[in-house]
């Protein structure tokens, strides 16, 4: 059975980092296209990062220049690296997996098949 776990969620004050990990379990092979999505308070889900095999990358408008995404050597999993975090980047961080058509969080234009149960981020003074 898939399985996606994350972990690193934390509190952190504005300007801070933290990195998140996602730990992807029970494939007979590595997840080709694993992602980052968050949902703030009141917020609609919003994609933060997506990265293939491959090493191909997609970010959210809002996070450009300030997270990271990778994955390990073995692909199994994924990290996001958060810099200069602000308070609205507050919410639950999800891990998912499975993207079709494309491996992208970029406007909607794919669904993820596999989910994570979250992960929290607080940032706050």
């Known amino acids: 059975q898939v399985h996606l776990l994350e972990s690193g969620g934390d509190s952190v004050q504005p300007g801070g980092s933290l990195r998140l990990s996602c730990e992807a379990s029970?494939?007979?092979?590595?997840?080709?296209?694993m992602g980052w999505f968050r949902q703030g308070t009141g917020k609609e889900r919003e994609g933060v990062a997506s990265?293939?095999?491959?090493?191909?990358?997609t970010y959210g408008d809002s996070v450009k220049g300030r997270f990271t995404v990778s994955r390990d050597n073995n692909q199994t999993i994924l990290y996001l690296q958060m810099d200069r975090l602000k308070p609205e980047d507050s919410g639950e961080y999800y891990c998912a997996a499975e993207a079709v058509p494309w491996c992208t969080v970029i406007g909607g234009r794919s669904q993820w098949r596999k989910w994570g149960q979250g992960t929290q981020v607080t940032v706050s003074s």
């Open positions: 029970g494939y007979t092979d590595s997840p080709y296209c």
């Open positions: 990265m293939d095999r491959l090493g191909r990358t």
